[in-house]
C-alpha cells in the first residue's frame, strides 16, 4: 500500500507513530509547499533549518506563519517560548494537531 500525500494524513501518521511515517513525510517534503509537513518534516530532520526556511516562506497566512514561529522556538531549545505560542495558537484553532505535538515535545525536554 502506497503512502499518504495527504498532508494532514501525513501528520496524523507521524504523531500516532505509523509504520514509514517518518519516510513518508521526508519524501514528501522534498518537493511539497506546504507549511505544515515541512514543518512536520523539520521537527524528525536534523538540522531542518531549511525545512523551516522553506516553511516561512510558503507560509500564506498568520496560521501557517504562527506554526513556523512555535516550531523554530521548539527546535531552537527555547520552549517556554514555544509553549506560550502554542497556547495562544491553539485557543484560536483547537483543532491544531502539530502545533499539539510541539507544545507536548517541548513539555517532554
Sequence with gaps: ?????????????LIAGSDGSTAALREA?????????????A??????????DR????????????LVAIATAHLRGDHDRALLLARDHLA????????AHIAALSTQR
Design 1 to 13: 500500500m502506497a503512502a499518504s500525500t495527504d498532508p494532514e494524513q501525513l501528520i496524523r501518521d
Design 29 to 41: 517534503a522534498r518537493t511539497s509547499a506546504h507549511p505544515a509537513v515541512l514543518v512536520a518534516a
Design 43 to 52: 521537527l524528525i530532520t536534523p538540522a531542518g533549518t531549511d525545512l523551516l
Design 55 to 66: 516553511a516561512a516562506a510558503a507560509a500564506n497566512g498568520t496560521r501557517d506563519r504562527q
Design 92 to 99: 484560536t484553532h483547537p483543532d491544531s494537531l502539530l502545533v
